[in-house]
């Protein structure tokens, strides 16, 4: 319960729970005889994780412009209407 308080008021949950498994998982390389090159593959796959977060981020928070997307569907619609006649 403890832990679910903290990430409910944690700011950015997403890189509290990163830092949290990250934590997590180099304390428990200490007890497990892990080889170098899996433990290392083990954070890079990690980090490409949030690599992959960020950039899905960034892709959101940029506006859609709104008179582009109405020409667009305008466009889409003709040409839905137009290829039946054409290709008969």
Do not use: H
């Not at 859609?64 to 008969?88: D, G, H, K, M, R």
Request: hydrophobic residues 50%.
């Amino acid at each position: 319960q403890q832990e679910l308080d903290e990430v409910c008021k944690a700011r950015d949950r997403v890189n509290f729970c990163m830092y949290r498994i990250l934590r997590l998982l180099s304390s428990a390389t200490a007890d497990i005889s892990i080889p170098p090159p899996i433990q290392s593959r083990m954070y890079q796959e990690l980090s490409n994780s949030m690599l992959g977060f960020s950039n899905a981020v960034k892709i959101a928070d940029v506006p859609f412009p709104l008179p582009f997307a109405q020409i667009l569907s305008l466009l889409l619609v003709t040409w839905a209407c137009l290829v039946p006649v054409f290709t008969a």
